[in-house]
């Protein structure tokens, strides 16, 4: 195993405790997991834009509340969409006072 470097800004890289390394960009501890988590939450995501983008949520001018939760919803909902989930949400703003 390599020795531990130091930065200028006095951090230690390259240090293996545990499955955790240090990162070199600040003193955070990032664990193998998390990396690989991430990574399947942003596929998550954006599988979930793709099926709002090709039930055309966002076409069409105005964007009301009930518009803008569903494609909210139908984004978080992810591959679900494609499973048979077609999540729509109902709501009404208060209108302004004349």
């Known amino acids: 195993m390599r020795p531990p470097t130091r930065h200028l800004e006095g951090q230690v890289t390259g240090v293996s405790l545990s499955n955790r390394r240090v990162v070199s960009s600040g003193s955070w501890w ?58 729509k949400i109902k709501c009404k703003a208060p209108q302004p006072s004349k």
């Not at 399947?40 to 979930?48: E, S």
């Open 30 to 87: 990032v664990h193998p997991g998390m990396r690989i988590g991430s990574v399947i939450l942003v596929i998550w995501l954006v599988i979930g834009l793709f099926a709002a983008v090709q039930r055309d949520y966002f076409k069409g001018g105005d964007a009301t509340c009930a518009k803008t939760g569903t494609v909210a919803v139908t984004v978080v909902a992810g591959p679900l969409n494609y499973l048979g989930a077609n999540p």
